[in-house]
């Protein structure tokens, strides 16, 4: 594969320094051939180039097979016009890969289960695969901006939708509920809006594809509820852009950090692979920073585009293999914690656990 990492901004240099650490280790035990070339996104981008998405990175990352991104945001670029802000760059990426699905786990981790804000007895065993459809709704629907009405500014943002958005990632969020608990859940707010309406009515026209899939709905602001009361009711989350970003954000209640999330961008010619976390530049530079989330993004890779179903399990295996022993980055430190573990040190640690497991795997098939 050739990969291109856009490091971005803040703590993204140091998450991706290490995700790229374990990629090599599971290319050296595995004798594959991983190609990555290194290019700007965000502020530091807008600071080389002026542009927060250059277009040597863009051409770079289309020539690509995958691009695994770090983080974008920088504080210095708030007060600038929204073409000129770090995020601008992530947006015009993503519409240009095509990726219109974007995959969002959410597990509860046995070993760190007290690091979550939720009682134990309440997020234990939790595992929730959040479909958030990635190219429309308020984000990028027309028309949009600030304009003025009887002498007043104003703003406005459109969201919509048409049946072949909706229907391509519904098959997304049922094709990955066959391979799970065999669960959908459709969260909308049909009860006033016209385009969750045609939601609704179109993610259960496709359900009648999958009839092995039991098809629910809530509406969002029942689900953001049972999110945190009951989040072992559900499998497979399928959402629209807007409301998958805040419930994505929010299920990482049931984790204990947002630096624990992945996630995987997928349906166009090159997947997106990011952590869910933002640059956090209070931190930056400190070694302070969660790599799992950004380690937990690779996998997904190669999963997703590599179709290396083994290695990607191999570094979801050393994960837990490593918290399981104790070791933690700070915003997941707490009961069962062995050792505060920098940044680096994690993602070592993460090797030489996949190193370990392939040895096992080989030992196994040998016997």
């Known amino acids: 594969m050739k990969i291109t990492v856009l490091p971005g901004d803040g703590i993204g240099p140091e998450v ?8 090599r280790a599971v290319a050296a035990i595995h004798d594959h051939e991983f190609e990555f070339v290194e290019r700007p996104i965000g502020g530091i981008a807008i600071k080389q180039t002026g542009s927060p998405l250059p277009s040597l990175t863009l051409d770079t990352c289309l020539a690509g097979d995958a691009v695994l991104l770090g983080a974008v945001g920088a ?88 049946v072949a958005e909706i229907e391509r ?24 809006l016209e385009t969750s309406q045609l939601w609704r009515q179109t993610v259960s026209r496709v359900a009648l594809d999958y009839p092995e899939v039991t098809l629910d709905h809530l509406y969002v602001d029942a689900c953001a509820m049972h999110l945190i009361m009951t989040p072992l009711r559900f499998d497979v989350i399928l959402t629209e852009n807007l409301f998958g970003d805040i419930l994505s954000d929010e299920a990482a209640a049931i984790t204990g950090s947002l630096g624990m999330l992945p996630s995987a961008t997928i349906g166009g010619a090159v997947g997106l692979y990011e952590p869910v976390h933002g640059s956090a530049p209070d ?24 179709h290396l179903e083994q290695e990607a399990e191999e570094i979801e295996e050393a994960i837990r293999v490593v918290l399981k022993a104790g070791y933690r980055t700070p915003d997941i430190g707490g009961e069962g914690t062995r050792h505060i573990a920098k940044t680096s040190e ?14 096992m795997r080989h030992d196994y098939h040998a016997v």
């Open 75 to 162: 504080p210095e670029y708030d007060s600038q016009p929204p073409n000129l802000r770090p995020e601008a760059g992530l947006l015009l990426l993503r519409r240009a890969l095509g990726g219109f699905a974007n995959l969002r786990p959410a597990i509860s981790y046995d070993a760190i289960e007290s690091a979550s804000p939720l009682r134990s007895e309440i997020a234990r065993g939790a595992d929730i695969l959040i479909v958030r459809e990635l190219l429309g709704g308020l984000y990028f629907g027309e028309p949009r901006g600030f304009f003025s009405s009887n002498g007043e500014s104003a703003a406005r943002n459109t969201m919509v939708y048409s």
């Open 16 to 23: 991706t320094a290490e995700a790229v650490r374990v990629l």
């Open 169 to 192: 990632v519904a098959r997304i969020a049922f094709e990955a509920a066959l391979k799970r608990r065999r669960k959908v859940t459709s969260v909308d707010k049909a009860n006033v």
């Open 346 to 359: 994690i993602g070592q640690l993460v090797c030489d656990a996949v190193d370990e497991l392939a040895d």
């Open 283 to 306: 931190i930056a530079g400190r070694g302070q920073a969660n790599p799992f989330g950004a380690i937990a993004s690779a996998a997904m890779m190669l999963r997703y585009t590599g």
